[in-house]
């Protein structure tokens, strides 16, 4: 049985039917991962290789017996140096370009050892996954004039091979008070899965909450310890993965689905909603802003290393608000009659009622 968990009310498929996103789908090496009505499904074909972690942009993913944040915490505390996965991951791509970025500044000589990719069977895409993270990561290091770099290398590492007696004791444990509990644990976590059906009352209520990825507070952490570049780099938007920078045009109809399904609420606005500003620091580049704006209002342009060195709230529209002449409710104003769009559909209906033109 895999060890692989998706906390749906933090998956942006289930944060909106117009989602896109399928980058779990597209990244599983076995077609593990599928969607029924939105909600995304394991199958039994999962091998834990953890792809599908290190390219979540929100962190709905995970395993069980392996956590991104304390592997980093734990590398580094150790000061150690190679990454492999025949060490310390399931598989490279688990580890997102945050991650990477994160583990270069903070740490010494990081090395990514790829020297079993070639010949694993998960190759196919997860290589190509790890060796664009690699890039990325390294180009953008550059542009923050870091000395650090990620490093890879084909070393092929093996651990060393211990041989040791099977242990009786051990293997009574099964039929202990303890084991037998925690078989019953396990027994009942494999039934609650297989039960589970759809988006439960706690899924929807974490569906609600704005927070940042870990993987952005690291990174934002890491930053910090730097000095600042002597100049900022701009990348085009397709360059860079895990955040993006954007504006709104003047189609925008303030309908503030947007900032409504932020999950980060790198997206806002104020009690009247009167503008919608924007935090680059906090954009996920999830891309559920664009999926669910109808009018296509929301655009990407390219990316200064500046958001994230020295992060500022944007203000990227604001809008006229004022109060309907009829049920005096505020609502926004493009000209015209000063009734909100309710009331004009209600005077609509009533005219038709009556026959009135």
């Known amino acids: 049985m895999h060890n692989l968990e998706i906390n749906l009310g933090s998956c942006v498929k289930v944060y909106s039917k117009n989602s896109t996103c399928t980058k779990c789908e597209e990244i599983c090496p076995h077609s593990a991962i599928s969607y029924l009505d939105n909600i995304p499904k394991i199958n039994d ?49 688990a580890l997102s370009v945050e991650n990477l970025i994160s583990l270069a500044l903070l740490g010494e000589n990081t090395t990514l050892d790829i020297g079993h990719c070639n010949n694993c069977s998960l190759r196919d895409p997860l290589l190509q996954k790890i060796e664009e993270n690699i890039t990325e990561t390294n180009v953008f290091l550059e542009q923050l004039e870091s000395p650090k770099r990620i490093i890879k290398s084909h070393i092929a590492y093996e651990a060393p091979s211990v041989q040791e007696e099977p242990n009786r004791r051990d293997f009574l444990k099964k039929f202990s008070v303890k084991g037998a509990l925690k078989s019953k644990i396990e027994f009942d976590e494999a039934l609650k899965a297989e039960e589970k059906e759809g988006v439960s009352i706690e899924d929807s209520a974490n569906i609600r909450k704005k927070e940042i990825p870990n993987k952005r507070k690291l990174l934002f952490m890491a930053l910090k ?63 559920l802003c664009h999926d669910v704006c109808a009018p296509e209002a929301i655009k990407l342009v390219p990316y200064s290393t500046k958001e994230l060195i020295e992060p500022a709230i944007e203000e990227l529209i604001n809008f006229k608000v004022i109060r309907c002449d009829e049920c005096a409710n505020f609502f926004t104003y493009f000209g015209g009659e000063k009734m909100c769009p309710r009331c004009k559909i209600e005077e609509e209906e009533a005219k038709s009622l009556w026959g009135i033109q």
């Open 225 to 287: 310890r730097i000095d600042k570049p002597k100049a900022y780099h701009t990348f085009m938007h397709d360059e860079i993965s895990f955040t993006s920078q954007k504006y709104i045009n003047d189609n925008c109809d303030n309908c503030s689905m947007c900032y409504r399904i932020c999950p980060t609420g790198a997206l806002q606005s104020d009690r009247r909603n009167t503008k919608i500003e924007f935090d680059s620091l906090m954009c996920v580049k999830c891309a």
């Open 45 to 93: 074909n999962c091998i834990d290789c953890g792809g599908c972690i290190g390219v979540c942009p929100t962190e709905a993913i995970s395993l069980k017996d392996f956590n991104t944040m304390d592997f980093i915490f734990s590398f580094l505390e150790e000061q150690e140096e190679l990454i492999s996965c025949k060490k310390n991951v399931p598989c490279l791509a």
